[in-house]
């Protein structure tokens, strides 16, 4: 089992550019997340997933969207980058939202 | 104010000490998170726990609800412990259908051979 899986794992982006960062697991999990981390922030999170057909947003929604295509997909897109959104942003899944939570290996967003 | 205060941000310790970190939080909670993230960034959640305590090898877990607290625990510590330890809440108003974990800003331990 692979987990969960992100792509890409590192982007440049200029700002006002558009990118969609790729999520999958394999664990049969009802509930999806995307979280950002700063330095000095700590975890946020962005939008969630509790159940495949539902999203929510979480603390930090603003200059994102996210689309749960089916059970095992959740992508989150930013359609106008700015240098604000440069982070590390990081995928989760669980069984369902007062279970555990495993994470994907993150991905590196740098914006120009 | 933070909802979730960790405490040390930084510990330094050498190998073989019984190394403490410290989470409190503010509000009503229905579960409690211990995570670790790697040098390379990479997280992995090491406890779940609303009450009481739970040991995995050399790491316990204790959760004070009355007093919003709770301590994660190594013992014998090793250099391979060295990694940022992250305590995260799930707010008791956020249960049922939500899943808003609010996290620390984290501890920084590393562990000296």
């Known amino acids: 089992n692979a987990g969960v899986t992100q792509t890409p794992k590192f982007q440049v982006l200029k700002t006002g550019q558009s990118m969609t960062l790729q999520c999958a697991q394999d664990?049969?999990?009802?509930?999806m997340y995307w979280y950002r981390q700063d330095p000095g922030m700590g975890l946020r999170l962005i939008y969630y997933s509790a159940s495949e057909g539902t999203t929510d947003k979480g603390e930090v929604p603003n200059g994102y969207n996210v689309s749960r295509l089916n059970k095992r997909e959740f992508s989150l897109r930013l359609e106008s980058a700015a240098p604000s959104q440069t982070s590390v942003y990081f995928c989760a899944s669980s069984e369902g939202t007062q279970e555990t939570q495993y994470f994907g290996p993150g991905t590196r967003l740098l914006v120009l | 104010k933070n909802e979730v205060e960790q405490s040390p941000q930084n510990l330094t310790a050498q190998e073989g000490e019984f190394i403490t970190i410290n989470c409190s939080y503010s509000?009503?909670?229905?579960?409690l998170h211990w995570l670790q993230q790697h040098p390379g960034g990479g997280i992995v959640s090491l406890f779940m726990?609303?009450?009481g305590k739970k040991k995995h090898g050399r790491l316990i877990a204790t959760i004070n609800i009355q007093e919003k607290h709770s301590s994660l625990h190594i013992t014998a510590s090793h250099p391979r412990d060295s990694a940022v330890y992250i305590c995260?809440?799930?707010?008791?108003?956020?249960?049922?259908?939500?899943?808003?974990?609010?996290f620390g800003k984290g501890t920084k331990l590393s562990v000296k051979p």
């Open positions: 726990l609303s009450s």
């Open positions: 995260a809440v799930l707010r008791l108003e956020d249960g049922g259908s939500q899943g808003n974990l609010i």
């Open positions: 664990m049969n999990h009802n509930s």
């Open positions: 509000v009503g909670i229905s579960a």
